[in-house]
């Protein structure tokens, strides 16, 4: 292992046993070098590290702080997958949402409150008033599908699952967006599945919620997948006579 991870793990120790907690500032650069046994160097670069990961945030002028540490924040880099291997990685990380997402979905049923029901009616209201508009607007919609989903998801109680859900959701917009576009029926249909999804919910039915929302991402990942697959190419005419 070399020094710059070595370091990293030191400090990973550090929040590990509580020498630091989220919020607290880092002791300055040369005393926490001397504590660590590492040059500046290293440990500039191990902090740069740290904070490419969002565990430690620097402030100009300021000084180095930890960061709040919660899921949300350090899973916010897991879409990276999804950006390197692009439609292959869009899929891989539908697949996760269909893992995981009816899963929380279920766990919100009995969280989610009157206010909030009302919040995800409001959604609906504007989804269904953006397809039936003359020209649909694709981000405003993909924004208010995120949206819906989001706010189910988080209360399902499990701030981790959450997170890892609103990171896969967030990097398959551009493959929904796409869907939309080259599917002039898939608009209208993701709203009705969300409906259906929404009164489950509203009438506490975890199971068929559960159901509702496999299903729906379900629809999405094949329709993505189904995209992706290459047209068979046409024998030439002929062919079978010269075979």
């Known amino acids: 292992?070399?020094?710059?991870?070595?370091?990293?793990?030191?400090?990973?120790?550090?929040?590990?046993?509580?020498?630091?907690?989220?919020?607290?500032?880092?002791?300055?650069?040369?005393?926490?070098?001397?504590?660590?046994?590492?040059?500046?160097?290293t440990l500039r670069e191990a902090v740069r590290a740290l904070t490419t990961l969002k565990v430690l945030q620097t402030r100009q002028g300021d000084g180095t702080y930890v960061t709040s540490l919660e899921p949300d924040l350090l899973l916010d880099g897991m879409g990276f997958v999804?950006?390197?291997?692009?439609?292959?990685g869009e899929l891989q990380f539908l697949h996760v949402r269909r893992l995981l997402e009816p899963e929380a979905t279920a766990l919100a049923v009995g969280r989610l409150t009157?206010?909030?029901?009302?919040?995800?009616?409001?959604?609906?209201?504007?989804?269904?008033?953006?397809?039936?508009a003359p020209a649909v607007d694709h981000q405003q919609l993909m924004a208010n599908d995120r949206a819906f989903h989001n706010l189910i998801t988080a209360r399902c109680g499990n701030p981790v699952l959450a997170a890892l859900i609103e990171n896969a959701s967030g990097h398959t917009v551009r493959a929904r967006m796409w869907r939309g576009r080259v599917d002039a029926g898939a608009d209208s249909r993701t709203v009705a599945e969300h409906q259906m999804i929404y009164q489950a919910i509203a009438d506490r039915d975890s199971?068929?919620?559960?159901?509702?929302?496999?299903?729906?991402?379900?629809?999405?990942?094949?329709?993505?997948?189904?995209?992706?697959?290459?047209?068979p190419v046409a024998e030439p005419a002929g062919a079978e006579e010269l075979s």
Not at 114 to 132: I, K
Not at 207 to 231: D, N, S
Request: proline content about 4%; hydrophobic content about 45%.
């Open 1 to 41: 292992m070399g020094a710059i991870e070595s370091t990293i793990g030191r400090i990973k120790r550090m929040l590990v046993d509580g020498e630091l907690r989220p919020g607290d500032k880092l002791p300055v650069e040369k005393d926490l070098a001397a504590s660590l046994g590492v040059s500046r160097n």
């Open 114 to 132: 009157d206010d909030e029901l009302a919040a995800l009616r409001t959604l609906l209201t504007e989804a269904d008033a953006l397809v039936r």
């Open 82 to 88: 999804a950006d390197l291997h692009g439609e292959a």
């Open 207 to 231: 199971e068929r919620a559960r159901m509702l929302a496999a299903a729906h991402i379900l629809g999405v990942e094949r329709a993505v997948r189904a995209m992706t697959v290459p047209p």
